[in-house]
């Protein structure tokens, strides 16, 4: 699958099969994660790679929609400085977020991302010190619905180009 595929057939699963992800998948997805690009290569980002299902059922109950994190092969916390210092440490860390996503779809795992409304209880949960901060998870694992890693887009599921895109002025 090259990139261009990757990113049209994307999909957000948020139901997974009760099956682990192999060991050489999972480092595979992390670093690609690693890999991605940063604002002055700073790279600022830690990650949390979460395979216990007890920690991702209590973190699944930091956001109101993060309830797939329960269900999930892998998460993946992605910690940052304060995001209120410097606003690119959040685009920095939704780029991670993509590469990962993007990365897992070729090797045909589902993902979805989970806002972390409750940044303190993940703190405690996952134990993490009092300079980073949690704000995006990442699910992990293989699609229930398998068919739908294969499925062609649904026609008009996305606004056309032209609805989209404004050339040198608004």
Known sequence: ??????IRLKRA??????????E??????LNAGR???SS???????????????VLKALSECGQWAGHLAGAALGVALLTPDPEGKFQ?????GQAAAFMQ?????LGVGSVPASIYEPEKARQILGFPSEWHLRIALSFGYPLEEERLAAAPKKGGRRSLQETVHWDRW
């Open 24 to 29: 050489d998948v999972a480092l595979a997805i």
């Open 1 to 6: 699958m090259n990139v261009s595929d990757a």
């Open 102 to 106: 993007l990365a897992a779809w070729e």
């Open 89 to 93: 440490i959040m685009f920095d860390a």
């Open 40 to 54: 002055k290569n700073e790279q600022t980002w830690q990650f949390i790679a979460i395979r216990d299902k007890s």
């Open 35 to 37: 890999r991605s690009q």
């Open 13 to 22: 699963v948020r139901k997974f099969q009760d099956k682990p992800l192999p």
